[in-house]
T-cell receptor, first 111, second 116 residues
Framework: QKEVEQNSGPLSVPEGAIASLNCTYS??????FFWYRQYSGKSPELIMF????GDKEDGRFTAQLNKASQYVSLLIRDSQPSDSATYLC???????????FGTGTRLQVFP | DTGVSQNPRHKITKRGQNVTFRCDPI?????LYWYRQTLGQGPEFLTY????????KSRLLSDRFSAERPKGSFSTLEIQRTEQGDSAMYLC??????????????FGEGSRLTVL
């Protein structure tokens, strides 16, 4: 079982729709959760982080965390073609000082 | 520019040659990480430093790979006797966690290695 799992996609949504990206993790000691966006050929760019159960909103982005289910998600409202990228889920814990990344989900937003 | 800086951005080398990458982290960040990313995969942890101390190395890191961070500032990643399987994007990231855990990692633009 991989430590951080994501569906590789592609996830295709029409412009203006809500894109829902999901991530599960195996380490119950995980404490910090991050979403990165990566355009083709570029490096990962931090979008959001979440540490507590529940929802955290930042503009069009909402991160959701459920530690009991070991599940974290990212919602993108009013999706734009410029949101087309790979979204990486990363997980950290106090047992380790590194982030473990999933393989990423490729999102395609079509006009 | 106060972001993470990496160079060279691209390196093409022949199998068996040595290559070295440099990373300059965000100046106030005390942690520096090296990751490797291949096509279709997420970044894979290689090693990290807190100040000048190398605190963890991935078990996947062969002895051909060595990293240093003299004086706790910039870092270098050297790959000796390169192999075609070393072809990847080498990403450097820095962070400054306030308390415990990792904190947010801020990535440089990466150094893409192609081994012929």
């Amino acid at each position: 079982q991989k430590e951080v799992e994501q569906n590789s996609g592609p996830l295709s949504v029409p412009e203006g729709a809500i894109a829902s990206l999901n991530c599960t993790y195996s380490d119950r000691g995980s404490q910090s959760f991050f979403w990165y966006r990566q355009y083709s050929g570029k490096s990962p760019e931090l979008i959001m982080f979440i540490y507590s159960n529940g929802d955290k909103e930042d503009g069009r982005f909402t991160a959701q965390l459920n530690k009991a289910s070991q599940y974290v998600s990212l919602l993108i409202r009013d999706s734009q073609p410029s949101d087309s990228a790979t979204y990486l889920c990363a997980v950290g814990s106090y047992n380790t000082d590194k982030l473990i990344f999933g393989t990423g989900t490729r999102l395609q937003v079509f006009p | 520019d106060t972001g993470v800086s990496q160079n060279p951005r691209h390196k093409i080398t022949k199998r068996g040659q040595n290559v070295t990458f440099r990373c300059d982290p965000i100046s106030e960040h005390n942690r520096l990480y090296w990751y490797r990313q291949t096509l279709g995969q997420g970044p894979e942890f290689l090693t990290y430093f807190q100040n000048e101390a190398q605190l963890e190395k991935s078990r996947l890191l062969s002895d051909r790979f060595s990293a240093e961070r003299p004086k706790g500032s910039f870092s270098t990643l050297e790959i000796q006797r390169t192999e075609q399987g070393d072809s990847a994007m080498y990403l450097c990231a820095s962070s400054s966690p306030l308390a415990g855990g990792t904190g947010e990692l801020f990535f440089g633009e990466g150094s893409r290695l192609t081994v012929l």
